[in-house]
Nanobody, 125 residues
Framework: QVQLAESGGGLVQPGGSLRLSCAASGFTLDYYAITWFRQAPGNEREGILC????????TLADSVKGRFTATADNAKTTVYLQMNNLKPEDTAVYYC??????????????????WGQGTQVTVSS
């Protein structure tokens, strides 16, 4: 059974860093790509980065370019979102999800089949 679980959120000051984890069960990155999304209050869920085993990482949001990176462990069962130089506008609930494609499809969020429970990231002084 495909399952995803995020961890690592918290409160961080502007300019700080945080690393989120997304543990996958029931599949590995060799089979399905994983996309990181975030949703701030009042906003639509936004795709920010996608990682696939074959094609590497695809940045989906210009606002995180040069600051956020996605990597995976050797077993390809855990995906990480490294967030550097965090800004208050990065405050959101962060989710990982898969639409059961092996590549980064760029599909809208409502076409994703499996989601983690989300983890809150708050950037504030």
């Amino acid at each position: 059974q495909v399952q995803l679980a995020e961890s690592g959120g918290g409160l961080v000051q502007p300019g700080g860093s945080l690393r989120l984890s997304c543990a996958a069960s029931g599949f590995t990155l060799d089979y399905y790509a994983i996309t990181w999304f975030r949703q701030a209050p009042g906003n639509e869920r936004e795709g920010i980065l996608c990682i696939s085993s074959k094609y590497g990482t695809t940045t989906l949001a210009d606002s995180v370019k040069g600051r956020f990176t996605a990597t995976a462990d050797n077993a390809k069962t855990t995906v990480y979102l490294q967030m550097n130089n965090l800004k208050p506008e990065d405050t959101a609930v962060y989710y990982c999800a898969t639409d059961l494609y092996y590549h980064c499809s760029g599909s809208p969020f409502n076409e994703y089949d499996y989601w983690g429970q989300g983890t809150q990231v708050t950037v504030s002084s």
